[in-house]
């Protein structure tokens, strides 16, 4: 069994629809590259507008992203990040 993760994100103005449609394709992206399990995923918006997703990554991967382009990870959330702020609750 993998790490189960629960990320959340506050989309910038405007940005709310092109995040939520990025969030959606993460994981396959992440399935495709072998780090994400097969396990139903879900992305979703909270009421207060932030985009939550949950997945589980393969066993042993959860600090693989870090080794594989950004593209392959295009959630990787900097201080420049043009779709989201880091939440933190």
């Known amino acids: 069994m993998g ?3 629960i990320v959340a994100y506050r ?3 405007g940005k709310e629809e092109e995040l939520l449609a990025l969030t959606r394709g993460h994981v396959p992206e992440l399935r495709r590259l072998g780090l994400a399990t097969d396990r139903t995923t879900l992305a ?3 009421k207060d507008g ?3 997703e949950v997945f589980e990554w393969q066993d042993g991967a ?3 992203p870090r080794t594989v382009p950004t593209t392959c ?3 990787l959330l900097t201080p420049n990040c043009s779709m989201a702020d ?3 609750r």
């Open 3 to 5: 790490d189960m993760v």
């Open 11 to 13: 989309p910038k103005p």
């Open 44 to 46: 979703m918006r909270s």
């Open 50 to 52: 932030i985009i939550v």
């Open 62 to 64: 959860i600090g693989a």
């Open 73 to 75: 990870h295009p959630l």
């Open 86 to 88: 880091p939440t933190r």
